[in-house]
Structure formats: structure tokens, C-alpha cells
């Protein structure tokens, strides 16, 4: 499956932003997505994740209260909302697919990666 991240960009800390990631295939709902980010120096990381059927989700400690993930089936999209972003969440975001999975917080258990997005916080 072929995804697209969209929605990045420059903001202020505390203020919020949506991340999109649109899959090319109708097979899309029996696909867990995940959300990871980069920043620079550093491995990639999880963010949150939805379990195929989207009845069930996960997230980091630092997206925890923050950021929820949602998906639109009809739409082959996942979404990232993310409010009162931080200076530290300054990454480029990545969308990832896992066939059949339940949303795993591995970046190994993911075989399709969108191109990322980049979200930058200032101060």
C-alpha cells in the first residue's frame, strides 16, 4: 500500500495541527496505521497507533492526553490530531501500514511508510 502524510507545518508551542496519511488501496481498513516521528540525531520513534478495526489504539507517554489518532475507513485516511504541541515534538512525522496488525509500537512490524511530513514547534 502506497501512503501520503500531509498536514505538517511551522508552528507555535501550544497551538495545534492534524496530520493526514491517505492510503492508495480500498484494502486500507484491514491495515493497523501508526504515526512515528524523527527528529534529527535521533531514531525514529512511536507515536500512536489504531488497530485494524479502529477499535483500539495506542499511544506514547508523550502523546498520551495530547495527540489522538482516529481513522476514516471510507476515506482510507488516518488522521494525527495533535494539541499543545511542544517545542520537543519538532520531528518529521511518518504514517506506517501493517497488514492485519494491532498497532504495534515496533517500527519493524510496519512493511509500507508514507514520505513523511515535517512539524516544527518554536518557542
Known amino acids: 500500500v502506497q501512503l501520503q502524510a500531509s498536514g505538517g507545518g511551522l508552528v507555535q508551542a501550544g497551538d495545534s495541527l492534524r496530520l493526514s496519511c491517505t492510503a492508495s488501496?480500498?484494502?486500507?481498513?484491514?491495515?493497523?496505521m501508526g504515526w512515528f516521528r524523527q527528529a534529527p540525531g535521533k531514531e525514529r520513534e512511536f507515536v500512536a497507533s489504531?488497530?485494524?478495526?479502529?477499535?483500539?489504539?495506542t499511544y506514547s507517554d508523550s502523546a498520551k492526553g495530547r495527540f489522538t489518532i482516529s481513522r476514516d475507513n471510507a476515506k482510507n485516511t488516518v488522521y494525527l490530531q495533535m494539541n499543545g504541541l511542544k517545542p520537543n515534538d519538532t520531528a518529521v512525522y511518518y504514517c506506517?501500514?501493517?497488514?492485519?496488525?494491532?498497532?504495534?509500537?515496533?517500527?519493524?512490524?510496519?512493511?509500507?511508510w508514507g514520505q513523511g511530513t515535517q512539524v516544527t514547534v518554536s518557542s
Open positions: 506506517a501500514a501493517e497488514l492485519y496488525g494491532l498497532g504495534a509500537r515496533d517500527k519493524n512490524a510496519y512493511k509500507s
Open positions: 489504531i488497530n485494524w478495526a479502529g477499535g483500539s489504539t
Open positions: 488501496e480500498r484494502t486500507f481498513p484491514s491495515y493497523a
